[in-house]
């Protein structure tokens, strides 16, 4: 079930030391180089939420800077389970919500249908593309609203279970997960 599954990468997680993450986000950051997803323009990035020992992704927001890409970011309501995103500019203010999660205080709002690449947060992932979240269903409901052709691609710590049980019909799947040691490219 995804419940075990979150419980087996939280503690995973608990046991990676900041220079664990540090140098596997620098190696995931360095393989997403070679994937084919650099022409477009608008970018979703999530900010690393550091309390729960996600991937640092501020590698990657570098390259994205220095590709000169439109970069996005998401506010959380969690009283609908949208995300609201917001272009990233020099005069963003970025700061920690409640549940530590750093976001944009308010900026430029960016419509779910102008983003061509998102890059999604996941606690596990299987070989087929599904992804178990922190549960509370956002970036489903992100993707969801995205186009049909938005390019979504997971970053992991770790590498892919065989399968996840319980997969849903509101679930969505990857088109690509990276890890510091394996691209996954999923078939569609």
Not at 8 to 13: D, G, I, M, T, V
Not at 63 to 91: A, M, P, W, Y
Request: glycine share 4%; proline share 4%; aromatic share 10%.
């Amino acid at each position: 079930m995804k419940s075990s599954l979150r419980s087996k990468y939280r503690s995973l997680r608990k046991a990676l030391t900041s220079e664990n993450i540090e140098s596997q986000s620098l190696e995931i950051a360095n393989n997403l180089l070679k994937l084919p997803v650099w022409e477009y323009e608008f970018y979703h990035l999530f900010l690393t939420i550091s309390e729960k020992k996600e991937i640092h992704t501020e590698p990657l927001l570098h390259i994205l800077q220095g590709k000169d890409k439109n970069i996005v970011l998401s506010k959380s309501d969690f009283e609908t389970r949208e995300l609201q995103n917001f272009l990233l500019t020099d005069t963003t203010l970025i700061k920690k919500n409640k549940w530590d999660i750093p976001e944009p205080v308010d900026g430029i709002e960016v419509p779910a249908s102008k983003i061509d690449v998102v890059f999604v947060p996941l606690l596990a992932f299987d070989k087929s593309g599904h992804r178990v979240g922190y549960g509370k269903g956002f970036y489903d409901i992100f993707l969801a609203n995205c186009r049909k052709d938005v390019i979504k691609i997971g970053l992991s710590l770790f590498e892919a279970e065989d399968e996840i049980p319980g997969i849903l019909s509101s679930d969505v799947a990857l088109d690509y997960c990276v890890s510091p040691h394996h691209i996954y490219k999923f078939k569609k």
